[in-house]
């Protein structure tokens, strides 16, 4: 499982108390491209190698996705 909404994207950000504009620059991608993707709910509408960029961002500073157990996806740190 992995990143596959925008509240996952929000919810690992805050977890890592990165700004927006960390998260870009640690992944490579623009400021506005965060913002779009996090002012969304449910699904992410985004490119595969975008969400790669993202995911490997997040993942190697700690945060885990974890599947849908009932409740909607999920994250957490460690």
């Known amino acids: 499982?992995?990143?596959?909404?925008?509240?996952?994207?929000?919810?690992?950000?805050?977890?890592?108390?990165?700004?927006?504009?960390?998260?870009?620059?640690?992944s490579g991608l623009s400021?506005?491209?965060?913002?779009?993707?996090?002012?969304?709910?449910?699904?992410?509408?985004?490119?595969?190698t975008t969400l790669k960029k993202l995911q490997s961002t997040l993942e190697a500073a700690g945060i885990r996705f974890i599947p849908e157990n009932g409740g909607g996806p999920g994250v957490r740190i460690g």
């Open 1 to 26: 499982m992995g990143l596959s909404t925008a509240q996952q994207l929000r919810g690992a950000r805050a977890m890592l108390a990165w700004s927006q504009r960390e998260l870009a620059e640690r």
């Open 31 to 48: 400021v506005p491209t965060i913002k779009r993707l996090e002012s969304g709910n449910g699904l992410l509408a985004i490119r595969l």
